[in-house]
């Protein structure tokens, strides 16, 4: 293995399949910046815009948009910073994508504030919790809470040993990762229940006479199927992968040319 390859942080695609990454990394940027856009121009263009306490309903419409900045636009960038930051260091990519994992924190919370209290201040207050949405709500916030946990934890290792430390969180990136795309696809579904929930509570039936407003609302739930799709193909298909920082196992210092050093300090097979 030459040794352009050995310093390559990135995979080695070839043109074409560099082509098509780059085309669907685009339409996925469009469909995210499409929905914040749209659900932003929804809340101010129907809805009467925002306000804090002196009036829940309007509080309420915090919610969506900042559901959809937290979990749709930055968990996506930050999910597709180790995809797309090919031509830097590993640790470039962890910074940036803890730092947009990190800004999805208050939108999520300052959302869910919003919506209890949309709740609990009304008169006469809305029961909490009792709808599929609500519950699928609640799952996705405690998977993204742990996942959050569990990055602060490798992280920690990492300062305190990180030589003894490394096979452990070499163990935990898989199942960081597949954790975090199954977060993700589940904001995804909880937002859309969240959608028709709200299309049906405020349209009653003018959502069947394809109103104006009912475009508005299906649009950003189409675009949250196309991305679904999308960051799905993007973030499991391994030929998008960051070939050579994938550990496939640990193992000793290279004796023959079948290792490559992906890190300075760890030694990982080849990836096949
Ligand atoms: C994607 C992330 C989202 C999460 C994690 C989430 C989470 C939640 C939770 C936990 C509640 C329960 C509040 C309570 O019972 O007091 C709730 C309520 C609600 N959410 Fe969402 N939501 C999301 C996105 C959306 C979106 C995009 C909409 C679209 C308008 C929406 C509309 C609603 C509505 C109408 C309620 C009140 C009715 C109910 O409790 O089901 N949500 N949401």
Redesign the pocket.
């Known amino acids: 293995m030459g040794r352009a390859h050995r310093e390559s942080y990135g995979g080695e695609m070839s043109t074409a399949a560099s082509m098509v990454f780059y085309c669907l990394v685009f339409i996925a940027e469009i469909l995210m910046f499409g929905v914040l856009s749209l659900?932003l121009f929804w809340v101010v263009h129907y809805r009467g815009g925002f306000a804090w306490r002196e009036d829940v309903k309007l509080e309420?419409n915090y919610?969506?948009v900042l559901?959809?900045t937290?979990?749709?636009f930055c968990m996506g960038h930050a999910m597709l910073v180790y995809r797309l930051f090919r031509c830097c260091n590993k640790l470039t990519a962890k910074i940036l994508h803890t730092f947009l994992y990190l800004l999805a924190v208050p939108c999520?919370v300052v959302?869910?504030i919003a919506?209890?209290d949309?709740?609990?201040l009304r008169d006469p207050p809305?029961?909490?919790?009792?709808?599929?949405?609500?519950w699928?709500?609640?799952i996705?916030?405690g998977l993204f809470g742990l996942q959050l946990v569990v990055g602060f934890f490798s992280f920690w290792l990492l300062l305190c040993c990180e030589h003894g430390t490394a096979k452990f969180r070499a163990g935990l990136v898989p199942v960081h990762a597949t954790f975090g795309i199954v977060t993700f696809m589940l904001?995804?579904a909880?937002?859309v229940?969240?959608?028709t929930?709200?299309a049906l509570?405020t349209l009653k039936s003018d959502y069947s006479k394809f109103v104006d407003e009912t475009w508005v609302i299906n649009a950003?739930a189409a675009c949250l199927a196309a991305l679904a799709i999308l960051m799905g193909f993007l973030l499991y298909s391994s030929r998008y992968a960051r070939v050579g920082t994938q550990a496939v196992a640990i193992v000793e210092p290279p004796s023959s040319s079948h290792y490559v050093m992906t890190q300075k300090t760890y030694y990982y097979r080849e990836h096949e």
């Open positions: 659900v309420f919610h969506p559901m959809i937290g979990f749709i999520i959302s869910t919506v209890f949309s709740h609990n809305i029961p909490n919790l009792y709808s599929l949405h609500s699928l709500g609640v996705t916030i904001a995804i909880t937002a229940t969240g959608y929930e709200k509570f950003q």
